[in-house]
C-alpha cells in the first residue's frame, strides 16, 4: 500500500447478498490472478455490473480478483457526476463485469498456453 493513499471503498458497487470471503480459491481464479497480477501498474478500464466504468492505473489485485486502481476517472462523468472526485479505489471482485486490458500489455500466445494447460489439468 503506498503511504498516505485514503483507498475509498465505493460500498454502493457492493452486492449484499454475496459472502465477502466466499469464492476466489478456484484454480480458474488463480490463472486469471496470476494474469492480472502480470497487468499491475498498467491503465485499465474495470466496467461494473451497475454500469459504471472506470479508468485507471491496476494498483493491486488478490486472489478473490479485487482490483485497486490509482488514478482513477469515470469514463462518463456526465452519467456518473458523483465519482469525479475519486482518484483511487477498491472494488470488489463479484461486482466486476469486464476488464478492458491495454493491448500492447498482453501476450497471447502466453495466456492461450497458460489457458489450453488449465483446461488439460496441467
Keep these: 500500500s503506498v503511504p498516505g493513499t485514503r ?8 452486492d449484499e447478498d454475496e459472502d465477502v470471503g466466499g469464492g476466489g480459491g478456484g484454480a480458474s481464479t488463480m490463472l486469471f490472478y496470476s494474469f492480472f497480477k502480470t497487468l499491475v501498474g498498467q491503465e485499465v ?6 454500469d459504471l466504468a472506470l479508468v485507471g492505473r491496476l494498483h493491486s489485485i488478490d486472489q ?3 482490483l485497486k486502481l490509482d488514478d482513477v476517472h469515470v469514463a462518463d ?9 475519486v482518484k483511487n479505489c477498491f472494488i470488489r471482485g463479484s461486482v466486476v463485469r469486464y476488464v478492458q486490458l491495454p493491448s500492447d500489455g498482453v501476450d497471447v500466445d502466453a495466456l492461450h498456453d497458460a489457458t489450453r494447460r488449465e483446461a488439460r489439468g496441467r
Design 77 to 85: 462523468e456526465q452519467k456518473h457526476p458523483h465519482m469525479a472526485s
Design 64 to 66: 478473490f480478483l479485487n
Design 45 to 50: 478500464t474495470v466496467e461494473l455490473k451497475n
Design 7 to 14: 483507498w475509498s471503498r465505493c460500498p454502493f458497487f457492493e
